[in-house]
């Protein structure tokens, strides 16, 4: 279903924007290089550009020519801007303010499988909007969407059973319930087959011809794709070649002396003049790019009067909706619509749907625990008597402001918790029983305890470390950096045997405080000798266990602590 002018006029109109022009002039950009510390590597260099409101603009060019760090600036996404000046309908704007009207639509898909459109899009509508708006407007603003973008039909089937290209749709629906004037989308194509890729660019192009500005990244378009732009900026090492409407861009390379063949693609034709595949002056479009910043043509302007002056005719006649559009975008100044407190809750909610409709994920987790016990409990059976294991959605979430940090946090640890209970008893139980320890109640829960805190310990610590590091370098860091301190815990070596310059490092790891933990809730509290099948055990008596692993006084407490 595609998006006619007529639905999209009311959408605009209920929900309305302020139709914005974008330039940019003499952007530059630098990144550290890694060969030289000091030294800075150029990424773009001087770029100038205008993007329209009412049309869809494509920013095209060769793998390293900025593209992505050109659409990073204009975003707000790279927040600081080292030189020039972005400028929204000829005014200088605050980018903070811009970042929160427009939106930035990343490459990568990221929405909960478990979740249907029509929830995804609910949920996403209670982040968006404040209070002042009913359930029964969000519904209304949801279902438009869905009709926007030809998703009705799909409202309720789950994200994981969507194709390609409705899953593009859905994350193009999820920015687009704020109705944002500007709309930047990293390479909306990328991945999908040729039908669905010009169903996106179709629904994109109908959002702009409603007044947005649609901004794209895309690499290498098929010639059906190309003809659904209206402008095409075109990169070369940081430089703007072209800037324009794609019917003048052959007519200008042509001018610089670049002969284009006959029926062949214009972006292959295009990319090829910014490798420098193409003999002619790079120089001389880059100049001419540059200029035509300054003058646009009346034509597009007209165009646009033409649709502004429908669309100012029509909400003459909603004075009761308009209103609360303004209220709708003073909300917008603060930097969440609504309270962290709602924020929590609406977080715990979908989490505890994603949970149920993922149960067997939930069974395999807690089975998987179960069987790990019994292994470690049947290789170890009876050993007792004789000797003493979310992001690509909230990245894109939190940087669109739907919700804050601390709710998110908040939501997923109440929601992991009792996975985490389940998880730590279903592993323990088999280990306690069959490594034959003593059937006393309080003695387990000392040991459960300790374990329920050090699965604490353990996802607070791989949270703060893939947060901080990364998922891959967090990967390492944590297995690393745990194997330094094991070898301080006091299993591998006892503390007084240890060189008084390493012992300080026994109170600083938490390994230390695990083991002893566990051992003094096996071996403490005035637990009785152990049997033995042998006619003389030495480890037989409880004393000369602690005795031998240097823990003779109970420090369970401090452990615990």
Same mark, same amino acid.
């Given at each position: ?37 000091h ?10 550009g ?5 049309r ?14 050109l ?8 927040? !600081? ?7 929204i309908?000829g ?22 499988r478990?979740? %249907? ?6 949920i996403?509508?209670?982040?968006k909007?404040?209070?002042?708006v ?8 949801v ?45 909306? %194509? ?40 209206d402008?095409?900026?075109i ?8 800037n ?26 295009a ?14 479009l ?5 200029r035509?910043?300054h003058?646009v ?7 646009q ?9 029509? %909400? ?13 975008n003073?909300d917008?100044d603060?930097? /969440?619509?609504?309270?962290q ?8 909610k ?11 994920? !939930? ?5 998987t ?15 007792g008597?004789d000797?003493?294991?979310?992001s ?8 669109n402001?739907?919700?804050g ?10 929601v992991?918790?009792?996975?985490l209970v389940?998880?730590?008893f ?7 029983y069959?490594?034959n320890?003593?059937?006393e109640?309080?003695?387990?829960f ?8 050090t699965?604490?310990?353990a996802?607070?610590a791989?949270?703060?470390t893939? %947060? ?8 390492f ?8 301190f ?6 591998y070596?006892? /503390? ?32 009785q000798?152990?049997?033995c ?5 030495y480890?037989r ?11 003779t ?6 452990d615990?602590?």
């Amino acid at each position: 279903m595609f998006f006619m002018p007529s639905s999209g006029l009311i959408f605009v109109a209920i929900y309305g924007f302020e139709r914005q022009n974008l330039d940019c002039s003499q952007i530059f950009c630098y990144l550290r290089s890694v060969s030289k510390i000091h030294e800075k590597v150029k990424i773009l260099k001087g770029i100038s550009g205008k993007f329209l409101s009412g049309r869809i603009c494509a920013i095209m060019g060769p793998s390293g020519a900025g593209k992505s760090s050109l659409l990073n600036i204009l975003s707000g996404f790279k927040t !600081t801007l080292e030189d020039g000046e972005i400028l929204i309908n000829g005014k200088y704007c605050n980018r903070n303010k811009f970042k929160k009207k427009s939106c930035y639509i990343l490459q990568d898909i990221n929405l909960h499988r478990e979740l %249907t459109t029509l929830e995804t899009l609910k949920i996403a509508a209670d982040f968006k909007f404040p209070s002042i708006v009913s359930v029964e407007e969000k519904m209304e603003i949801v279902l438009n969407v869905l009709r926007i973008l030809g998703l009705t039909a799909k409202s309720s089937t789950r994200v994981e059973h969507l194709s390609g290209g409705e899953c593009k749709r859905l994350s193009i629906a999820l920015d687009l319930l704020t109705n944002p004037p500007v709309m930047f989308l990293d390479e909306p %194509t990328s991945g999908l087959d040729s039908v669905s890729a010009v169903q996106v660019i179709t629904h994109l192009k109908d959002l702009a011809r409603a007044g947005r500005n649609v901004i794209c990244v895309i690499h290498q378009p098929s010639s059906r794709l190309l003809e659904l732009f209206d402008d095409i900026f075109i990169m070369c090492n940081g430089q703007c070649i072209y800037n324009g409407p794609l019917d003048n861009m052959v007519a200008e390379f042509e001018e610089a002396g670049f002969e284009c063949p006959q029926f062949y693609n214009r972006a292959d034709f295009a990319l090829e003049i910014a490798t420098g595949e193409r003999l002619g002056s790079l120089d001389n479009l880059i100049n001419k790019a540059t200029r035509r910043i300054h003058c646009v043509t009346g034509e597009i302007l007209k165009d646009q009067e033409n649709f502004q002056e429908e669309f100012l005719e029509f %909400t003459k006649v909603l004075d009761k909706q308009e209103r609360k559009r303004r209220s709708l975008n003073r909300d917008i100044d603060q930097k /969440y619509p609504i309270s962290q407190w709602k924020q929590f809750l609406i977080l715990l909610k979908r989490s505890f749907v994603c949970i149920s409709r993922n149960f067997v994920v !939930t069974q395999l987790k807690i089975l998987t625990h179960l069987f790990i016990g019994l292994v470690v409990g049947w290789i170890y059976y009876n050993v007792g008597n004789d000797d003493p294991s979310e992001s690509k959605i909230f990245y894109r979430e939190y940087l669109n402001n739907w919700y804050g940090f601390l709710p998110y946090f908040y939501s997923k640890i109440i929601v992991e918790i009792p996975c985490l209970v389940i998880s730590t008893f279903s592993t323990l139980i088999p280990i306690y029983y069959l490594t034959n320890q003593p059937m006393e109640i309080d003695r387990f829960f000392l040991l459960a305890n300790i374990h329920l805190l050090t699965m604490l310990i353990a996802l607070f610590a791989g949270l703060a470390t893939g %947060t901080q590091f990364g998922t891959e370098i967090g990967m390492f860091f944590m297995p690393s950096s745990g194997l330094i301190f094991v070898v301080f815990c006091g299993y591998y070596i006892r /503390y007084n045997e240890l060189s008084p310059i390493l012992q300080p490092l026994t109170f600083i790891t938490f390994f230390r405080y695990i083991f002893e933990g566990s051992f003094q809730a096996i071996y403490g509290f005035e637990r009785q000798n152990l049997d033995c099948s042998q006619i003389f055990c030495y480890l037989r008596s409880v004393s000369k266990i602690r005795e031998v692993m240097d823990m003779t006084e109970n420090t369970y407490l401090l452990d615990v602590l």
